[in-house]
């Protein structure tokens, strides 16, 4: 059996919109005049924080960071909410700050000791290779440079220190020697650092193929030069230029070179141009012109 429904008069649905309206615009009023009334609470100084600590241990000073948070922790979010307030620990925002204006930073952790201290402990990116250009300077590739001779800024160029993750923060000091792997190519833009060298995944297995030769007899590497997104040119110790595909497995490229080596096909390096070794299985080695 279907139950009849109840009849109400135009006026009665009416005064239900009515009520329902004014319970509407209550309740949001109240929220509203709750929430206004905790923003201006926070703005008291018995709920911001009074101090930052900061814990780094590398090139820039605690005083240094502690000013540029703290210096960033004032105002308020859309003119509403202070920044310091004590009922936020704002970690987004004072990892990207600090992140955006010191590109040697690699991680910040943020937590909250006290009411009113915040703790910022910040860890520095560690060198492990550099860029030094777009192209390889002539005088870096000329057969058996002496590099103990030279500054490298006068034989490589100007460089720059790259992590782990290829990515470039800081210009290198000048030193002799082959402290880490030397790389070259264009980047995005005309500032190296804070930019990306090439991708992480892409730069870690380069990584590990220059540490492959540098034990590998006749074959220790001065530097790549990454040519585009097909090629890339290796320079080696005793002057040869190697021509290598960048898509090719860098161990299968070891291996072929260190069988080219030892085979003994190469008898007097200073008249080989080049050696290509983009051809499937075959090396190409060109030889200066005798005419």
Not at 49 to 68: C, F, I, P, R, W
Not at 119 to 132: D, G, H, N, Q, T
Not at 226 to 239: A, C, K, Q, T, W
């Amino acid at each position: 059996m279907i139950p009849r429904q109840k009849f109400r008069t135009k006026q009665a649905r009416k005064r239900e919109r009515t009520r329902l309206a004014i319970k509407t615009t209550l309740v949001l009023f109240g929220i509203i005049f709750s929430l206004g009334l905790i923003a201006y609470g926070s703005h008291t100084e018995h709920l911001r924080y009074k101090n930052v600590h900061v814990q780094a241990d590398g090139s820039h000073s605690q005083e240094e960071l502690a000013s540029v948070i703290e210096a960033e922790l004032q105002g308020s979010y859309y003119g509403i909410w202070p920044k310091d307030s004590v009922f936020l620990v704002p970690r987004n925002y004072v990892e990207d700050v600090l992140e955006t204006k010191f590109p040697r930073i690699n991680h910040v952790q943020i937590k909250r000791t006290g009411l009113y201290t915040l703790s910022v402990s910040v860890e520095e990116r560690i060198p492990v290779a550099l860029w030094c250009g777009d192209v390889v300077p002539p005088i870096a590739h000329e057969q058996h440079v002496d590099t103990g001779e030279h500054d490298s800024g006068d034989v490589w160029g100007t460089c720059y220190l790259v992590d782990k993750q290829g990515y470039i923060y800081a210009r290198a000091p000048l030193f002799s020697g082959n402290i880490f792997p030397r790389y070259y190519g264009s980047l995005s833009h005309g500032e190296p650092i804070a930019q990306q060298y090439i991708p992480e995944e892409e730069f870690t297995i380069w990584q590990q193929f220059y540490t492959s030769l540098e034990d590998a007899n006749g074959s220790v590497p001065q530097a790549l030069l990454f040519v585009d997104e097909r090629d890339i040119e290796l320079y080696l110790s005793n002057g040869l230029r190697v021509l290598i595909p960048r898509k090719e497995n860098p161990e299968t490229i070891t291996r072929r070179l260190t069988a080219l080596f030892e085979s003994e096909h190469i008898q007097d390096t200073t008249k080989v141009e080049y050696i290509d070794l983009r051809f499937g299985t075959k090396a190409f080695v060109k030889y200066f012109s005798t005419e």
